[in-house]
């Protein structure tokens, strides 16, 4: 009769030890299966220049590969990466700081215009260890930026944290093989 083993026993068999069967493997950017990646952002329009209104694209990526690859990026130093923002919010800016040590990452701020209280956008281009991505930012505003993103995001009517957004390519491609 043959048995069957279960996931821990087989983890065990081929890592060593029954925990490496839950940790998530790493993977390398060129690895990651979307280019173009929607990023849930949240502000709180009454804290116009407080911490909670960060923005991080790179965490965009970051979230997706491990909400859809069921991995995490390889392990990211500063000069891994390069950030541009190619389009602005059109109600709001997009304030940069400096790191403040040599290991700290920049944060970028979304600071809405003077009464705004609506939903903003900006593009990013990212370039993670030599590949590209494009991450769009759907910002929207919410007192309840403290609570986790995963829950507020469905509730303003977006898919995630973080997803896949097909450019023109993969949707003229769908169209044909229909």
Not at 100 to 127: C, M
Not at 136 to 162: E, F, K
């Amino acid at each position: 009769m043959l048995k069957t083993l279960s996931a821990a026993a087989l983890a065990f068999m081929f890592s060593g030890s029954a925990e490496a069967a839950k940790q998530r493997p790493y993977i390398e950017p060129a690895k990651v299966n979307a280019r173009t990646i929607g990023s849930c952002e949240l502000y709180d329009p009454e804290m116009r220049d407080w911490h909670p209104n960060t923005l991080n694209p790179l965490s965009a990526i970051d979230d997706y590969v491990a909400s859809y690859q069921k991995a995490f990026l390889k392990e990211l130093k500063p000069d891994d990466y390069s950030l541009k923002y190619v389009e602005q919010p059109k109600n709001g800016i997009i304030r940069s700081e400096e790191p403040l040590t040599q290991d700290s990452w920049p944060l970028d701020y979304y600071v809405p215009l003077n009464g705004f209280k609506g939903n903003d956008r900006y593009v990013a281009e990212l370039t993670v260890k030599g590949v590209k991505f494009k991450v769009v930012g759907y910002i929207r505003p919410s007192a309840d930026i403290m609570s986790g993103y995963s829950v507020v995001c469905h509730r303003l009517g977006l898919p995630s944290t973080a997803w896949k957004i097909a450019d023109a390519a993969d949707k003229t491609k769908r169209r044909n093989e229909l």
